[in-house]
T-cell receptor, first 114, second 116 residues
Framework: AQKVTQAQTEISVVEKEDVTLDCVYETRDTTYYLFWYKQPPSGELVFLIRRNSFDEQNEISGRYSWNFQKSTSSFNFTITASQVVDSAVYFCALEGPGADGLTFGKGTHLIIQP | DAGVIQSPRHEVTEMGQEVTLRCKPISGHDYLFWYRQTMMRGLELLIYFNNNVPIDDSGMPEDRFSAKMPNASFSTLKIQPSEPRDSAVYFC??????????????FGPGTRLTVL
């Protein structure tokens, strides 16, 4: 069975601080895919990144960066110089090799205070 | 492309009534997923289709729930009869995986269902 754990229920930081959201996953598959989605207060789910299990390279996109470590089954997400618009619930998700649907973590509610 | 379209965006109904949620996936996508989001259980997969065929409905909570995909551009999720515990946001998502490599799922805006 697959499982995704986001231990941080809520994080509150002041604008311009860096913040890291943790994600730990469990799977028996050797091939799998990891995702991050953002859910702003408006409620939609916005895709941020997909990473496959073969590629442990870290990725940076503007103020966002992702650290994938297979050895610790973690896929952490860092926002540098946070902004109020980053306030949202962030979900980490896992999918097996067969495009069979996402297993989501419970989400981390990120609050960026001005 | 217009993205994944869901209707209605909000639905309020009384216990015992039939509810039908609708989804139009992104054109060309051959996978369609239905998810439910509640405070207690978070986001959970209900059912998914590949090329209009239901592949896995193990997440459907009860026989009161049913889903169909009569063609590549339309799917429905029906609850009959509805109960207050069905109140949730229901998301539809679609993706394309032509080489069996997983692609990102694009989500619709969701339908917020309230059963009184």
């Amino acid at each position: 069975a697959q499982k995704v754990t986001q231990a941080q229920t809520e994080i509150s930081v002041v604008e311009k601080e860096d913040v890291t959201l943790d994600c730990v996953y469990e799977t028996r598959d050797t091939t799998y895919y990891l995702f991050w989605y953002k859910q702003p207060p408006s409620g939609e789910l916005v895709f941020l990144i997909r990473r496959n299990s073969f590629d442990e390279q870290n990725e940076i996109s503007g103020r966002y960066s992702w650290n994938f470590q297979k050895s610790t089954s973690s896929f952490n997400f860092t926002i540098t110089a946070s902004q109020v618009v980053d306030s949202a619930v962030y979900f980490c998700a896992l999918e097996g090799p067969g495009a069979d649907g996402l297993t989501f973590g419970k989400g981390t509610h990120l609050i960026i205070q001005p | 492309d217009a993205g994944v379209i869901q209707s209605p965006r909000h639905e309020v109904t009384e216990m015992g009534q039939e509810v039908t949620l609708r989804c139009k996936p992104i054109s060309g996508h051959d996978y369609l997923f239905w998810y439910r989001q509640t405070m207690m259980r978070g986001l959970e997969l209900l059912i998914y289709f590949n090329n209009n065929v239901p592949i896995d409905d193990s997440g459907m909570p009860e026989d009161r729930f049913s889903a169909k995909m009569p063609n590549a551009s339309f799917s429905t999720l029906k609850i009959q009869p509805s109960e207050p515990r069905d109140s949730a946001v229901y998301f539809c998502a679609s993706s394309s995986a032509p080489t069996r490599r997983v692609a990102e799922q694009f989500f619709g805006p969701g339908t917020r269902l309230t059963v009184l």
